[in-house]
Every structure is written in structure tokens, then in C-alpha cells.
């Protein structure tokens, strides 16, 4: 004896049985066509687009760009200063003054 069929969905028909003769898949997709018709009509559904890619960062210049900022602002906060700025960054004199060549920043900034 055959159990009837449920349905979750008030006003859903059931989906059928696959017969020894049809394909299975026609029904599978045929019962998901329906299914995702019943989720667009309950507003369940939306349209999904693919993220939007930028562009890829470069690390190494973010970096770069970053320390620039931060020399060229300790070097203002202490009247172009090495030794004080250096000092402010919590780095040796040395190397703030091998940034500042690397980096080709004015002093007088």
C-alpha cells in the first residue's frame, strides 16, 4: 500500500514517482525547477552575483608606503631630528637613517 505523499508547502504538489521507464534525472530536475518556482514566489530566493575582485595588494608597497608615513611624521614631531625621531619610532638611529636613504625621504620635509 502507497503512503501519500507530504507536502510542506501549502498549495505544493507532489512530487511524482520515477516509473521503471523514465529517467530518473528528468523528475529530479523537474522537482527542483519546481521547488526553487515555490521559494521565488515566497521571496525565499535571491540573485547572487559574484563578488567583485580589486585588484591585488601589494604588501611590500602598503609597507613601504606605511613607514614613509610614519619617518616623515616623526621626523616633523621632532624638528627633523634623527636621533629623536628614531627614538619616538622605538628604532635604532641607524637604521632609521638606512630608511631614510632607502626611502630617498628629505629630512626637511
Known sequence: M???AISLIEG???IPSVKDNEDPFDNA???LRKALDALSEL?????????AFEPPTDFYAEVRRFEIRLIRYALRKT???Q??????LGMKTTTLNSKIRAYRINRTD
Open 2 to 4: 502507497k503512503k501519500p
Open 12 to 14: 505544493a504538489q507532489p
Open 29 to 31: 530536475s523537474d522537482a
Open 43 to 51: 521571496g525565499l530566493t535571491r540573485t547572487t552575483r559574484p563578488p
Open 79 to 81: 624638528g627633523g631630528s
Open 83 to 88: 636621533t629623536l625621531a628614531a627614538s619616538l
